[in-house]
């Protein structure tokens, strides 16, 4: 047994490590696995259900970690004020976690079952192909945001095949909400060209200037909340894709803004970009 202070020192990192991984996107790949189970509609086996939401958070947990140990210089170029960053977090600590949390991942995604093991590693492969390597995804704006959607809609997956479910439904929700990252998220990334610069990652802001990439972010916008209006019609229990008219009519908003108060539009846009993604799928629960 850990003494007092040992134990403690242990419970502030792991507290740290997960503020590292960003708790509003843990909170967001939550509700998206529990709308996987959710529009899959049966009855699920609660055990199950529960062993597949902690493999696959534990899978989530581990991708963002491995993120933020592997941002650590641009965040600090960048100001960020996240716990590796600051030093707050032990890197070694967090590099230990992210073992025990890929090996737990995959200890409960067997219990589950094969099928939904294999879906839990190819989370985890995903995580390794964006943060890690020559070659990371997150060097270029475009095939990092791919991953990022290939993650979401795996996430939606994992929840529809943790109650032993295999729906279209589920499906084209999963590759709508994808669509919307693969095109508004690019809006993280304003206002942090220097560090981005200078860590060898090229954003669309870099590559277009940034009032161009807010002008194709708002286009694209428009371009995917009419996708969603078209799914939501044609497709049962999809209705809450609806919500993103409204998200794209702020993004324009916002980017029309831009032009005058250029800080608080970059910060509103990423604030429409998550809240979209909140409400989507928070109003997929509400049935």
């Not at 899978?59 to 100001?79: E, P, Q």
Request: charged share 15%; proline share 3%; hydrophobic share 55%.
């Amino acid at each position: 047994m850990l003494p007092p202070l040992q134990l403690g020192r242990t419970l502030d990192q792991l507290l740290l490590s997960f503020v590292e991984a960003r708790p509003l996107v843990q909170l967001v790949f939550l509700l998206r696995f529990l709308v996987g189970t959710a529009i899959a509609q049966t009855e699920a086996e609660s055990v199950r259900a529960a062993q597949g939401g902690v493999a696959w958070m534990c899978a989530v947990w581990f991708v963002y970690l491995l993120n933020g140990l592997t941002d650590v210089a641009g965040d600090r170029r960048n100001g960020s004020r996240r716990p590796l960053a600051t030093n707050e977090l032990d890197p070694r600590f967090a590099a230990n976690l992210c073992v025990v949390l890929a090996a737990a991942s995959i200890a409960v995604g067997i219990l589950v079952g094969d099928g939904y093991v294999l879906l839990v590693v190819a989370m985890l492969a995903l995580g390794l192909v964006y943060s890690t390597g020559p070659g990371a995804a997150k060097l270029s704006a475009q095939p990092a945001l791919l991953v990022a959607a290939a993650g979401s809609t795996l996430t939606y997956i994992a929840g529809a095949e943790a109650v032993g479910v295999a729906d279209s439904a589920v499906l084209a929700f999963a590759l709508t909400t994808g669509a919307w990252i693969v095109v508004v998220g690019h809006c993280k990334d304003l206002g942090d060209e220097d560090g981005d610069r200078q860590s060898g990652r090229r954003t669309l802001s870099i590559v277009v200037g940034r009032a161009r990439a807010r002008r194709l972010i708002a286009v694209g916008s428009v371009v995917v909340a009419c996708l969603a209006a078209v799914v939501a019609s044609v497709v049962p229990g999809t209705q809450s894709l609806l919500l993103m008219l409204p998200g794209a009519v702020a993004v324009v908003a916002l980017t029309i803004r831009g032009a005058k108060h250029e800080r608080s539009s970059q910060k509103g846009l990423y604030r429409a970009f998550m809240l979209v993604q909140y409400a989507v799928n928070l109003g997929a629960l509400v049935k």
